[in-house]
C-alpha cells in the first residue's frame, strides 16, 4: 500500500490565535478592534485561509507584522515587537534561539523562591545543630 505525503498547508487560523495568545490578547480585544463580533474571531481562528486584507488589519491589532503573522510558527517563534516613542517607530525581529525561553514565567518564579526557602531552612538547621552541641 503506498502512502502519500501530503504538504502541510498553513492554517492561518491557527497563527492567528497562536500570536494573540501569546500577546495576551482576548478575542473580544480583537473583535473590538476590528468592529467585528467575538464569534467572528473565533470563525477566523478556526480558518484555514483569510483574506490578505483581512490578515494585515488582524496583524496591525496584534501589533506584529503581516508576514511576522503569516510565517508564526510554533517550531520557532518570531516575535515582532513594536517599539514607539514620540520620535520612532519600528518592527525588531527576535531570533528565539537568542533568548532563554521561559515557557510559565510564574512557575519559575515558584521555582526560585521554594530553591531559596530550601536554602534557608538548611542554614537555619545547621545554626540550630551548633548551637545545641
Known amino acids: 500500500m503506498e502512502q ?6 498553513p492554517h492561518i487560523g491557527r497563527k492567528i490565535r497562536g500570536v494573540r495568545e501569546l500577546r495576551g490578547l482576548t478575542q ?5 478592534s476590528l468592529k467585528i463580533t467575538k464569534q467572528a ?3 477566523i481562528e478556526q480558518s ?14 496584534l501589533g506584529v507584522t503581516t508576514a511576522g503573522l503569516k510565517n508564526f510558527n510554533d517550531d520557532s517563534i518570531l ?6 516613542d ?21 512557575e519559575k518564579v ?3 523562591y521554594e530553591s531559596l ?4 531552612r538548611d542554614k537555619v538547621e545547621i545554626l540550630l545543630n551548633k548551637s545545641k552541641g
Open 4 to 9: 502519500e505525503i501530503q504538504e502541510k498547508k
Open 28 to 32: 473580544e480585544y480583537v473583535a473590538n
Open 41 to 43: 474571531v473565533s470563525k
Open 48 to 61: 484555514e485561509s483569510v483574506d490578505d486584507s483581512r490578515v494585515e488589519e488582524i496583524a496591525n491589532v
Open 79 to 84: 516575535y515582532s515587537i513594536n517599539f514607539h
Open 86 to 106: 514620540s520620535s520612532t517607530a519600528g518592527n525588531a525581529w527576535i531570533n528565539p534561539r537568542d533568548c532563554t525561553q521561559i515557557n510559565n514565567p510564574i
Open 110 to 112: 515558584i521555582e526560585l
Open 117 to 120: 526557602l530550601r536554602s534557608e
